[in-house]
């Protein structure tokens, strides 16, 4: 028996922008999630581009491959992202947070920069387990203010670090893969405006994940929507390994299901993969794989940014005449 991911996706634009920059990407092996921001179509083509190279990590991973592999995946990715802006400038700006969870054997490795957030319910007790790249959570490391008064700072979604082409230092980190464990990733479009103690109850009480995610978005919705919403509720669950069916990806969408997100390439830059930091109690990873990376040898192509652009212009033309 192995180990995998049962999931349930949603997405909302909310209830006052105009459209959704979130990006998700949900399988058996790789959950991600991505809030994009820059205005108009650049926040959607930073998530997008982030979310597409991800998604190429949603297969059987070795164990000691998989930090290499998500720091590897991300340089690649920050890398299209500073091509992107360096080819079409009007694309300053752009970014993305990235909040994603890879599971191998029993192990989990993660990412994180920005303040999309990571969620563990175990025993039925939930606590994050990623820590915002945000203004306000400087302040609360330094005691200047507490969490409390952070969620409810003016300053609360000032952002200090996301994927934008400069130089990023995400956090990375690995914990054991339990059965039973459920997991939530979500922008801040939920956690903003849903409390703790709130999501807690519903991932308790909801034990379908479509259920649950539903319910998710629904209370941000009543809480006002002001941002986007994306969710993705995941439990750990044994599988049968010798089952193709078993691991075979049952979603996979970003911030719409008719448009999927483009397919820039970029060669990555050699990279030594980075010491993730080891939650207690969970084994520690073996040494990375040197040898990996084959596969991220590819080039951004220039004519497919711009293309990407002037659809996405062309689509907020023919939203705004139409509607």
Sequence with gaps: MGLSLRYAVRTDPGLVRASNQDSVYAGPRLLAVADGMGG???GDLASSV?????????HDVPNAAMVGALDETVAAANDELRVGVDANPELRGMGTTLTALLISGRAIAMVHIGD???YLLREGRLRQVTKDHTYVQMLVDEGAITAEEASHHPHRSLVTQVLQGEPIEPNY??????????YLLCSDGLSNVVSIATMGDVLRDYRDQEEC?????????????????????????????????????MAAVSHRADEPAGEQRLSPRPRTAPTPELIAGDPPPADPDPGRGGSANHRLTLA????????????????IATG
């Design 50 to 58: 982030v979310i597409t190279k991800l998604s190429e990590l949603d």
């Design 213 to 249: 995610a539903e319910r998710l978005i629904d209370l941000a919705l009543r809480a006002g929507g002001p941002d986007n919403i994306t969710a993705i509720v995941a439990d750990i669950v044994e599988v049968d390994d010798t089952d193709p069916d078993a691991l075979r990806p």
């Design 304 to 319: 497919l940014v711009v293309l990407l652009v002037v659809l996405l212009a062309a689509a907020g033309v023919w939203w």
């Design 173 to 182: 980190s690995v914990r054991e893969a339990v059965p039973g464990d459920r």
């Design 40 to 42: 108009m179509a650049a």
């Design 116 to 118: 999309s957030r990571a």
